[in-house]
Antibody, heavy 121, light 108 residues
Framework: EVQLVQTGGGLVQPGGSLRLSCTAS????????MHWVRQAPGKGPIWVSR????????GYADPVKGRFTISRDNDKNTLFLQMNGLGFDDTAVYYC??????????????WGQGTLVTVSS | SYVLTQPPSVSVAPGQTARITCGGN??????VHWYQQKPGQAPVLVVY???DRPSGIPDRFSGSNSGNTATLSINRVEGGDEAHYYC???????????FGPGTEVTVL
């Protein structure tokens, strides 16, 4: 059974930093593209970032480019999201998610439990 | 970026069929995926590639996709189906997921 267990998050002041972690089990982690998706209170999910299996390819949504960094440690089956320069609009529940693709269409087959990031003064 | 639209809410009586639409320009040319999210929980994939169900998802859940509208149907609706439902496509131009705004399903 695939499990994604998240840690990190919490309350941070504007301009501050946080690092989120997501530890995977039940899958061949080093072969998996992984994503971060966030969801502001009462809103739908929004894609944040993705990384390929060996960490050599990454992608970011425009609102987080230059502030967030996705990375992974395949020896520890762990995905990270380093978030710097946090603003009020970054307040959300952050989910890690495993990518699965069929042809040209990709989706998120498994999700972590989510972790709340609150940016407040 | 590609934009998806969904009705904010759908109400359905127990035992009836709920139909949740997801609109987008020529969405029929995309693979559409659907997630169920209950309060305080992570999204759960219920339909992928327009019509396929992951293991463990009841066959009461089905999908279709054509033209400018994709549809998730929930047959024989139960109280446990109350949730928000989100559609999602993969935007190949930007290599990222695009989600709809979500539809809240209420069982009367």
């Amino acid at each position: 059974e695939v499990q994604l267990v998240q840690t990190g998050g919490g309350l941070v002041q504007p301009g501050g930093s946080l690092r989120l972690s997501c530890t995977a089990s039940g899958l061949t982690f080093r072969n998996s593209w992984m994503h971060w998706v966030r969801q502001a209170p009462g809103k739908g999910p929004i894609w944040v970032s993705r990384i390929n299996g060996d960490g050599s390819k990454t992608g970011y949504a425009d609102p987080v480019k230059g502030r967030f960094t996705i990375s992974r440690d395949n020896d520890k089956n762990t995905l990270f999201l380093q978030m710097n320069g946090l603003g009020f609009d970054d307040t959300a529940v952050y989910y890690c998610a495993k990518e699965q693709c069929r042809g040209a269409g990709c989706f998120h087959s498994h999700w972590g439990q989510g972790t709340l990031v609150t940016v407040s003064s | 970026s590609y934009v998806l639209t969904q009705p904010p809410s759908v109400s359905v009586a127990p035992g009836q069929t709920a139909r949740i639409t997801c609109g987008g320009n020529s969405i029929g040319s995309f693979s559409v995926h659907w997630y169920q999210q209950k309060p305080g929980q992570a999204p759960v994939l219920v339909v992928y590639d327009d019509t396929d169900r992951p293991s463990g998802i009841p066959d009461r859940f089905s999908g279709s996709n054509s033209g400018n509208t994709a549809t998730l149907s929930i047959n024989r609706v139960e109280g446990g189906d109350e949730a928000h439902y989100y559609c999602q496509v993969w935007d190949t131009s930007g290599d990222h997921s695009v989600f709809g705004p979500g539809t809240e399903v209420t069982v009367l």
